[in-house]
């Protein structure tokens, strides 16, 4: 359905393309269960400092994010030039979600409450900085590679790094 939303409709006439050749792909992932997934904007958001990369993050899948749960995620800033990482805000989210361990097969989602003392994020500085530098040089990368700032989203999974997605940071 969303091959002829209007937009998309609009955005077809406007680049020329006939609608009887418009086709629509779908991409299948293997759903992930992160440990904390994250957002990065790899030029800072507001100023538009391209030195500047903001990451936010939280506790299991991405969603907690994209919901605007109530709550904050943790914020990072980390100057890609210098390494330097500061914590913007500690996360406060009261849920997370996750895929259900008793039916993982399935890929059912459920909230579990979550304990910010058992969170290294929130715990450790020195976790938080280490995170922070590797998301940056990630984020660095892909900004290389597609020649612009990028808004980036991924997950943390037993210490491996995962990219989702990426698109030009508007």
Not at 90 to 117: F, Q, W
Request: aromatic residues 4%; negative net charge; contains cysteine.
């Amino acid at each position: 359905a969303s091959l002829y939303t209007r937009r998309a409709v609009l955005s077809r006439r406007q680049a020329g393309v006939a609608e009887g050749t418009a086709v629509m792909s779908v991409l299948v992932q293997e759903l992930l269960a992160p440990d904390i997934s994250f957002v990065l904007h790899t030029a800072h958001p507001l100023s538009r400092d391209p030195d500047l990369l903001v990451a936010e993050l939280a506790v299991g899948l991405g969603e907690t994010l994209a919901s605007g749960a109530r709550g904050s995620p943790w914020r990072l800033s980390v100057n890609k030039r210098t390494g330097a990482v500061e914590t913007l805000a500690l996360a406060n989210l009261s849920e997370a979600m996750v895929v259900d361990e008793s039916a993982a097969a399935t890929g059912d989602l459920v909230k579990v409450p979550i304990d910010y003392s058992k969170q290294p994020l929130s715990t450790s500085p020195m976790a938080r900085a280490t995170l922070g530098r590797c998301l940056a040089a990630i984020g660095s990368y892909v900004e290389e590679h597609f020649g612009s700032a990028q808004d980036i989203e991924g997950a943390v999974v037993d210490g491996d790094i995962y990219i989702v997605q990426s698109r030009p940071q508007p």
